[in-house]
């Protein structure tokens, strides 16, 4: 079946311009996760979604970053006024949650969207 | 602040040996612990999961074992082949609400190239 997938895979942005990256997630998943991933760096979480609610979104490293997922399916991070720092891959993850054991709440992730701000 | 150290940062390794990534976690409330493998330009892949009563968990060439005394894992991966070559993940799993889902504290990763 279709599994994670990520909009756009690349994106050039000047800074100071918004940019949206979207997921959408595999069908049916209840948890959705987005994490930052630095050049050489391991994934670090931002926010994630249980259906449309956003529980926990301490991970977001400024107020320029905004998520939603209004429908409880596809999200989409949104990046105001970007700044070199935030140039990274941008990974989301999705999760069925739910069933018995550790697999039950495994998470898949998409392919990313590699930001670079010039 | 959870943490997830890996060494070596790198390795690279001839086809068909054997090599052995090390973790070392200090997270809380530990909940499970996954080895990752990211191919280049792609998201991370689940290799093995343990939970703290789990002290080894195979899966075809690789080999996870976890000290949860010491916190520490480790990935084995036997008779390397060229398809190997990727960055290996240790990902500890710390429980984030009751409905089953976990905050993600990922390691650096280890690159591993295997070459002919």
């Known amino acids: ?118 | 602040k959870n943490q997830v150290e890996q060494s070596p940062q790198s390795l690279i390794i001839l086809e068909g040996k054997n090599c052995t990534l090390q973790c070392n976690y200090t997270v809380s409330p530990f909940s499970n612990l996954r080895w990752y493998k990211q191919d280049t330009g792609r998201g991370p892949v689940s290799l093995t999961i343990m939970t703290f009563s789990e002290n080894t968990k195979s899966n075809g060439r690789y080999t996870a074992t976890l000290d949860a005394d010491t916190k520490q894992s480790s990935l084995h991966i036997t008779a390397s082949q060229l398809s190997d070559s990727a960055s290996y993940i240790c990902v500890v799993s710390a429980k984030l609400d009751n409905f089953g889902n976990e905050k993600l504290t990922f390691g650096t990763g280890t690159r591993l190239t295997i070459i002919p």
């Open chain 1, 1 to 118: 079946g279709a599994g994670v997938s990520q909009s756009p895979r690349y994106k050039v942005a000047k800074r100071g311009q918004d940019v949206a990256l979207r997921c959408d997630p595999i069908s049916g998943h209840v948890s959705l996760f987005w994490y930052q991933q630095a050049l050489g760096q391991g994934p670090e979480f931002l926010t994630y979604f249980q259906n449309e609610a956003q529980l926990d979104k301490s991970g977001l490293p400024s107020d320029r970053f905004f998520a939603e997922r209004p429908e409880g399916s596809v999200s989409t991070l949104k990046i105001q006024r970007t700044q070199q720092e935030d140039s990274a891959v941008y990974l989301c993850a999705s999760s069925l949650v739910g069933l018995i054991g550790p697999r039950g709440n495994e998470q898949f992730f998409g392919p990313g969207t590699r930001l670079t701000v010039l």
